[in-house]
């Protein structure tokens, strides 16, 4: 039987949860205030900054994908909720059995160990609630910060794809595929803080 996908997690100092379209104005805020740096890594950010209209029917998609079990896109949160810290995702695109983590913190709130936190949740919550065989973190070789979570975590490089997106000048750029398995999992899942996940 499916699990029931949880809608928020608690960790440490964060909620991460599903958007709602009131989040708007502090995910443009938060989009405004990285802009230099998700320009460098971030496809979608070459667009920005958009109206505030946009953002909500953004997050209006993003919700009415997780409801449906489309797609799961996660604010991450303080816990008072009044500062978006960051955007993470368990995406679908790899296929049912597995999901792709992404995320972008805040530049305001980088080298705090955020990016780590949420994704040590994801990674509970994507194999022991998702209940996948498989979750991958792709990157730039080139994007360093990004580029520690997954060898921090426990993930094999997997695979670097040649000349698959460009930068913001138009150079080819390269992707890396990070994997990590169940059974990976299973050997330094103690190793993972607890979480507390709730549902909607």
Partial sequence: MK???????????LLIRCYHPSDASILLEAITQSL??????????QAEPSSLESKQELLEKFEQEFLENIDYTF???????????????????IGADAREIGYWI???????????????????VGFEHHAVNTIEIRCDPENVGSLKIPKKLGFDLAEILQNTTTSPEGEPRDTM??????????K???????VEVFYQ
């Fill in 36 to 45: 230099d740096d998700l320009k460098k890594w971030m496809p979608w950010a």
């Fill in 106 to 124: 805040n530049s305001k709130y980088t080298s705090q160990g955020y990016a780590t936190e949420s994704t040590q949740a994801l990674i509970k």
């Fill in 75 to 93: 604010g991450i949160f303080n816990k008072q909720e009044d500062v978006l810290i960051g955007s993470t995702g368990l995406h679908t695109r």
């Fill in 177 to 186: 595929i990070w994997r990590m398995t169940l059974e990976q999992y299973q």
């Fill in 3 to 13: 699990k029931q996908i949880p809608y928020g997690i608690h960790t440490q100092r």
């Fill in 188 to 194: 330094i899942q103690h190793t993972f803080p607890d």
